[in-house]
Structures are given as structure tokens and as C-alpha cells.
């Protein structure tokens, strides 16, 4: 009898060809003098290559990313008998809080009653606007649901199994002009429309609670940052926000093109560029803490990796950048990425990272000894009582002078400074203003004050003009041994930087008891944290770079130039080169 296609098709799950998984890849030679076309001949038949890195001008190894099964990976790994660096190309994420953790999600112990809940949450301004595109999250006994509110400032959530009197928490979080709120077991009715009414965000003054933190306001009027090019390592920014319209230099780092930076989607590194860069304004508007520096856009696209992060590397290289703002991280490190890392110290770019905002170990590439990590920190009072960022202060750590550590800010022995994170009234895009969290915030807090430093201490004048590593550990010694105390070093690194100390301006440090009620308990969940981080079979890898603070120099602050000695600092910086290049399998051990 014959049979049909359908009758010879098999019938067992067992005879099914099981899907294959792939794994995007970079992979570099580890030997000098292969190119990217020998690399890629030679990688062709073990997988799909995307795309091959042509470094932009910047010397340094052809990488090639390869999306291919991770078995393909152990066997040429395996092959090549250590002659390649085969790394996964790990995702980034942005260093920016979208919402409430589940440690500020208060817990409940009532029962759930059943059956489904369904509400209405209507988001009004004080005069009765609707507010559109407001983030409203309703926590429940058992679940939370989220969603947006439409152009009538309406949305609706549904719980499953719960009740009126099991609602815990409701957080809304506007996109601009009006400040959060957060309400703890919030009268809720299910056959009627709930209002909440969000206060408005006040006209931003010329300096917000961080400047003044980091006593900004005791810097001279002409320390602006002038000559010194900053690039931001993030989403893009808005330029058609009034206060941003001056900035022309950018690049999309993965397309290398220069028309694409000047948008920013997610509104994560307009926030950052307004701190760094904003543009005086007559009437209102924020300060920006270096704006006669020269910002520079690398946007990074929404589903960022590693290679990108390479790309936006040595575009700093190719503009001659003097310091970069990075405000994305991963949990593992990556070999390729710390090459880069140290390129970019050796020619004089210092990198000021985001510590992260998942409340712990610190991300890569923050985490690296060539990079200064950055935490938030926020202070009591910056805020109402009812909103977002009083849960979060609800939930932090104590620090002193009136300041905490939010619970979203990651921690650890490799975190060097910690500045303002938390209800920081930042730009907005298209062009308005809202209140942000996040160790990117406190990231550009810091890289404008390096700006300030690099433009107008002596030092920098003298006997670190120089743009290479020394004036790289000389900026990094500068920011953390003149930053105050306020907490336990694994919460706040060396401390709040102080820009009045900093630049000479004032030499006394202020008065803040510093609580060290961390301990062994805060370092051993620490470890546990870093314990935590998943290592699947794709993130295998023959090395991982080292983890630690910031190095610096070991020379005494002087508000005069110093003479520079060269020699042992020289040695120890080639030093620090070769164990890098070693440990990247690019030279034989130091």
C-alpha cells in the first residue's frame, strides 16, 4: 500500500531533531600578526560570522563574532591549542533603576481570597491633566501586575487571587514633569476608577542636592572643564532637549556612523549628558558641572554586547578622548574588553564606570583595576515623603550627614567612589525634565569632576600633561584621596567625592561621622553574590580579567606640580601592561 508524505513523516518525539544552540562569540588570535581576513578564513566553516572588528584605526588583534553551537566552541577551543581567545559576547544593560526592586515590595501576611482582581488606575496631574505614559505597578499578596497609562492617564491591571484589602503596595512612575508616588496598602476599589494625583516637579535651580553634596558650589565660576573631551558610553542623547542642542560630536559604535547618536530611545544617557554637559539657561534648567568640556556621543544600541562596547573603546582612542563615561556593565568579565581597557589607560583615557543597580557584586566593566566604579548614594529630604525614592530610602542603608546607600546599588571591595544616585532631576527627552535613580547618574557626576580636575589642577598642567597611564592614576589617586568618608568602603568605596578638595579650593574635611555597621555580614553576601552569577556552557572561558579597586598613584597630594619619577612608576605601569597582554594570551608571562 502506499503511503502519504504524512504517513513517512516519523512519529516518535524521540526521532525529532532536537534544535541546536548557538552562542554569539568573539574571537581574536592570540599571537600577533594574523588578519582579519586569514581570522575569518580560517573560523568560516565552524559557524555564522556576523561581522569582524576592523579596530578603527587602532592597533590591535582582528576580532571576528562568530554566532555558533556552543559544543563548536569547547572543540576549536579545544583545536586551536590556546592560539585563539574564544569569549561569549555577553549582553550589556543599562546602569539606570526602571522600578521598584523586590526588596522594597512590602511583604504581606494576609491570605489571597479570590477571585481575580481588576482595577482601574486613573494618573492625574494637580490640575487635573491626565498623565500618559505613567508606569503603574500594583503589588498584590501573592503577584504584581504592570502597565502604562494611555492618553486619558487610564490603565488597567488585573490580580490573580487577590482582593482589595490584599493590595500592598502601588507605585507609579511618570515619564516626566511629575514626581512618583508610592503608597503602602493603598485604599483600592474594584468596581470603580482609583485616582491618584502625582505633584509636580519643580523648575530645576541652577544647583540640585548632589552639587552641593559633592560641594560644587565652591568650585570658581571658571573651572568649566574647558579642552577636555568626555565621551558617553550609553544610549544616545536627545539633542532636540534645549539644554543639550550645543552638542555635535557622536557616533552610533556599532554602525559607525555619526547620524544616529543624536536620538535616545530609552532615555537612559540624556539624564547622564545633561549632568555632564547641560548648556546654561537663562530662566531654568539644570547645571551641567563641565559644560565647556567636549562631550562626545557613543551610542550603543538597546541590545548592546561586549563588541560594542570594544567599538565605543576605541572610538575614545580615535578622538583622542580624555575621560569616558560608561553607564552599562555585564556580570563576567571579558579578556577582549580588558585589552581595550588598558589601550585606553596607556593613551590617556580614563574610564569612570557605573558600579550597576542590581544591589550586588559590581559589574565589568566598573570592576576592573583600570576603571573607577561608581555607586549612589541619596540623601534624606531630596524628596517627598510619598515618593519613589522615599521606598527607596525606606529600604537603605544608613551613611552620614544625613545621606544612605539605596538598596538597588551594587557593592563590593572593587567599588571606588560613591556620588548622587538618587533623585537626581535630570534631562528628559524630547525635551523636558524628570527625576532619575541610578550609579549611572553618579557616574557623570564624577566624570565631570574629573573634567574639572583634568582642565584646571596643576598637575595636570605639569608633570601629568602627559597623556598616558600615569596621568590616568593620577586623576584616579586625586578623586578617591580627597573624597569624604561616609560609610562602610564595600557600600561607598573610598567615599563622596569632595570638588573643593579636589581642585585646591578647600583643604579641610568635613565633619561626618562614618558608620562602619557593615562588617563581616555585608562581605560574606557580598561573596555569595558573586558566587550567584550564572556560568553557563557558553560563558566558559580559558581566563576571566582580574577584579579589583582603581589603581592610582602612590605620590603625596600637592596642589603644585610635582617632579615626576619616572622610573618607578614607568616600570610598574609596563608591568601592569604585560601581566594584562599575558593574561590575554598576547606575550609570555611577566
Not at 522594597?104 to 492625574?124: F, Q
Not at 539624564?271 to 567636549?294: F, H, L, V
Request: glycine letters at 10%; aromatic letters at 4%; a negative charge.
Amino acid at each position: 500500500m502506499a503511503t502519504s508524505p504524512d504517513d513517512a513523516r516519523p512519529t516518535s518525539s524521540d526521532n525529532r531533531r532536537k534544535p541546536v544552540r548557538t552562542t554569539q562569540y568573539m574571537i581574536a588570535p592570540a599571537g600577533a600578526g594574523i588578519s582579519a581576513q586569514t581570522l575569518a578564513e580560517q573560523l568560516n566553516r565552524f559557524g555564522n560570522i556576523l561581522w569582524t572588528h576592523d579596530q578603527r584605526g587602532v592597533s590591535g588583534p582582528p576580532i571576528a563574532i562568530v554566532r555558533m553551537p556552543d559544543e563548536t566552541a569547547e572543540a576549536l577551543r579545544r583545536s586551536t591549542g590556546g592560539s585563539l581567545i574564544i569569549e561569549p559576547d555577553s549582553h550589556l544593560r543599562a546602569a539606570s533603576f526602571a522600578g521598584p526592586t523586590s526588596s522594597l515590595i512590602p511583604t504581606t501576611t494576609m491570605t489571597a481570597l479570590g477571585p481575580d482582581l481588576t482595577v482601574t488606575i486613573r494618573v492625574l496631574s494637580e490640575a487635573g491633566a491626565p498623565v500618559e505614559q505613567a508606569i503603574v505597578r500594583l503589588v498584590g499578596g501573592q503577584a504584581s501586575a504592570q502597565g502604562r497609562t494611555d492618553r486619558d492617564g487610564n490603565v488597567d491591571l488585573a490580580l490573580r487571587d487577590e482582593v482589595p484589602e490584599t493590595v500592598a503596595a502601588i507605585f507609579v512612575s511618570p515619564r516626566s514633569g511629575h514626581w512618583g508616588l508610592w503608597q503602602q496598602q493603598p485604599y483600592i476599589e474594584a468596581d470603580a476608577v482609583n485616582t491618584l494625583t502625582l505633584k509636580p516637579l519643580p523648575l530645576p535651580g541652577r544647583l540640585d542636592w548632589g552639587g552641593e553634596a559633592m560641594r560644587f558650589d565652591q568650585v570658581p565660576d571658571h573651572c568649566r572643564g574647558a579642552d577636555v573631551k568626555i565621551a558617553l558610553i550609553d544610549s544616545g542623547v536627545t539633542t532636540s532637549h534645549k539644554q543639550l542642542a550645543h552638542i555635535k560630536h557622536g557616533i552610533d559604535a556599532r554602525s559607525g556612523e555619526d547620524r544616529l547618536w543624536s536620538k535616545d530611545v530609552t532615555g537612559h544617557g540624556t539624564p547622564c549628558a545633561g549632568i555632564i554637559n547641560a548648556a546654561a539657561q537663562a530662566d531654568y534648567g539644570i547645571r551641567g558641572y563641565a559644560p565647556d568640556s567636549e562631550l562626545h556621543v557613543c551610542k550603543l544600541p538597546p541590545d548592546a554586547r561586549c563588541s560594542d562596547l570594544i567599538a565605543a573603546l576605541d572610538d575614545c582612542l580615535q578622538y583622542g578622548i580624555d575621560v569616558a563615561c560608561i553607564g552599562v556593565g555585564c556580570e563576567r568579565g571579558s579578556v577582549l574588553v580588558e585589552q581595550h581597557i588598558a589601550m585606553a589607560k596607556q593613551q590617556g583615557v580614563s574610564i569612570i564606570a557605573a558600579a550597576g543597580n542590581s544591589g550586588e557584586g559590581i559589574l565589568f566593566p566598573a570592576c576592573s583595576p583600570h576603571v573607577v566604579a561608581v555607586g549612589a548614594v541619596g540623601q534624606v529630604g531630596s524628596f517627598p515623603e510619598d515618593s519613589l525614592q522615599a521606598a527607596q530610602a525606606a529600604a537603605a542603608t544608613a551613611a552620614a550627614g544625613g545621606l544612605f546607600v539605596p538598596p538597588f546599588s551594587c557593592r563590593g571591595s572593587e567599588l571606588d567612589l560613591c556620588a548622587p544616585g538618587v533623585a537626581v532631576i535630570a534631562c528628559q527627552p524630547p525635551d523636558g525634565y524628570a527625576v532619575c535613580d541610578g550609579t549611572s547618574l553618579a557616574a557623570a557626576y564624577v566624570a565631570a569632576l574629573a573634567a574639572l580636575i583634568l582642565a584646571d589642577h596643576a598637575d595636570f598642567k605639569g608633570s601629568f600633561a602627559a597623556k598616558d597611564g600615569h596621568r590616568v592614576e593620577r586623576l584616579f589617586q586625586i578623586l578617591k584621596d580627597t573624597a569624604q568618608p561616609i560609610g562602610h568602603p564595600w557600600q561607598t568605596g573610598a567615599g563622596l567625592p569632595d570638588a573643593a578638595r579636589a581642585l585646591g579650593v578647600r583643604s579641610d574635611q568635613r565633619p561626618l561621622a562614618m558608620p562602619l555597621n557593615a562588617g563581616l555580614r555585608e562581605m560574606r553576601n557580598a561573596i555569595r553574590q558573586l558566587d550567584r552569577i550564572p556560568f553557563s556552557a557558553s560563558q566558559a572561558m580559558r581566563f576571566e580579567p582580574p577584579r579589583g579597586p582603581a589603581n592610582v598613584t602612590r605620590l603625596p597630594l600637592n596642589p603644585a606640580p610635582l617632579v615626576f619619577q619616572a622610573t618607578g612608576a614607568e616600570t610598574a605601569t609596563v608591568h601592569e601592561l604585560r601581566a594584562a597582554m599575558a593574561l590575554a594570551g598576547l606575550a609570555e608571562g611577566p
